[in-house]
């Protein structure tokens, strides 16, 4: 079925570890792996995996992405004596060779592509490999960081090569820019690759003048490559800013690109209590990161391990991406507050000094309404289509004529949960002011058929609002005549799930039985189809969504934070 998730481990990629003193490589430790899998069988979520064996990574295999000399040299390392292996390990930067590396990282690799594999055939919906050595720093003649063979990189080119995958989203949420995947693809327009890194200014390691964020690409790769450096002090870094830059940043262009697979360089050293991140994302941020890209390439997606270096955090935060595969309900995120205004005037100050730069690559429609701004990022309600209801009539009428004897009882209890109500309202007619902070009406001028607008809007305001308001509930209705259309629907829903521990209520005040199947269908859980339209599509006029976003920002502070665009850099 292609309802499963599938769990790749094997206690071979335990056996090898640093021989000699190098402080940079102590924290690369063989518990890494066997702490993350031992907290998957303890908590029960390995036996729900579909177990996938590794395999070695073929010579041609590894050729797709290194070169011949480089692979030539690795081979060699097994044979060496300690002396020779050291002698090895001083040509690169931050890594260390043992004699059963080699071996380890041609199974790290082909763990990399046993998943792909599975998931590209429709064997299961998606899965995690959790491999050593990782991969992401590993270049093509040169290992880095301790990555030997690029394991996310050499998948690219074979679900590629040997799936047909005609575009290719990798997002490397470890904490470390992965500069062997941006080199390996910086004139690839069809593998789009975005990193968030630690960077202050360059000071932070690898150093790299090209991790900034206006690295964008080359040739016809431009505008594929998009970097997020983190300049601010790191503990100032918080759920908001992961969030944002999904929210603001990630999701539209990954929607526009609309790629047949995501790969996933998931290192944990972006969690809180790790010696090299130092930032503060409690591991539940995970949980969600991995559920936003869940409805893109109609959820096959593959995270493999990269960093991750404390074993507490990091087992928590693989147990959380695992559990999001599964399909389990996702945790509310608490405190979720703004860093600046937590910490005081001084900070605000501090901060807005600061900044991080974000990139926005111009020729990507979806970014169109932030090119002329900064900015920032969530719903208890969304009500689409027209209505000539005021929201709290439309919501007890809906209610009314909506549930039928049984439901009530339910229902009635989780409205008790409710302390207030979100309401927004997304529709083609510009008919009611904004009243109040809880009431948000949205007109996108050409209605919602419009799937770039309504996209947009769901991406840019409604998750960031979403999740700034926190609800207990959603509640989602779609009225008569409203014109969305289903997979846009789909993806509405099954975005809006990642709130309330997905307790979501889908009210039909529509008369058309055809759009039942597809909305039962992500209610069960099905990820939700690509909007292969966007592909196409000219971009719409954002003005009036950003026109919001900036009267917004007065109540929802997910919707201010600076971000300095550099837009229209890309081709
Ligand atoms: C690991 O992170 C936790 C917070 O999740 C922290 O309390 C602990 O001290 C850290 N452990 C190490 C060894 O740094
Ligand atoms: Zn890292």
Known sequence: STMGTALIYDEEMTKYK??????????EVPERLSVSYQ?????????????????????????????????????????????????????YGDVYFHPNIYHCAKLAAGSALQL??????????????????PGHHSMRSAASGFCVFNNVAIAARYAKQKHGAKRVLIVDWDIHHGQGVQYCFEDDPSVLYFSWHRYEHQKFWPNLRESDYDSVGKGSGAGFNINVPWNKVCSS???????????????????????????????????????EGEMCATPDIFAHLTHLLMNLAGGKLCAVLEGGYNLTSLAQSVCQTVQTLLGDPLPRLANLGSPCERSGQTQTERCRKS??????????????PYLSHEMKTSVEFAATGNSDLSPTALFT???????????????RKKISVLRKMLVVQISGEDKEEQKCKYYIPMCLKKGCGDTVGFIQAVLGLLLPLGYEYDPGL?????????GVGDCTWQQ??????????????????????ACMGPTASVLLGHPAPPLQELLTRLPDDGDALERMRERLQADWKMLETLFFLHGMLGG
Not at 40 to 57: F, K, N, Q
Not at 121 to 128: A, C, D, H, I
């Open 18 to 27: 640093l021989l000699w003193v190098d402080p940079a490589c102590k924290i």
């Open 39 to 91: 907290a998957l069988v303890r908590t029960g979520l390995s036996d729900r995996c579909v177990a996938v064996p590794p395999r070695e990574a073929s010579d041609a295999e590894i050729l797709l992405v290194h070169s011949e000399e480089y692979l030539e040299g690795v081979k060699k390392t097994p044979h060496m004596t300690l002396e020779d292996l050291k002698e090895f390990t001083l040509q």
């Open 116 to 133: 792909v594999d599975s998931v590209m055939t429709g064997t299961v919906r998606n899965g995690m490999a959790l491999v050593r050595p």
């Open 237 to 275: 870094i918080n759920l908001n800013d992961y969030l944002s830059a999904f929210c603001h940043v990630l999701l539209p262009v990954a929607y526009e690109f609309c790629p047949d697979l995501v790969l996933v360089c998931a290192g944990f050293d972006s969690a809180v209590g790790d010696p």
């Open 355 to 368: 900044r991080n730069v974000f990139l926005l690559p111009g020729n990507y429609a979806l970014l169109r």
């Open 397 to 411: 009428k809906a209610l009314q004529k909506r549930l039928s004897a049984g439901i009530p009882i339910l229902l």
């Open 474 to 482: 959603v509640l989602l209705s779609r009225m008569p005549g409203s």
């Open 492 to 513: 509405l829903i099954g975005l809006l799930k990642g709130f309330a521990k997905g307790h979501t209520l889908v009210l039909m005040q529509t008369n058309d039985g």
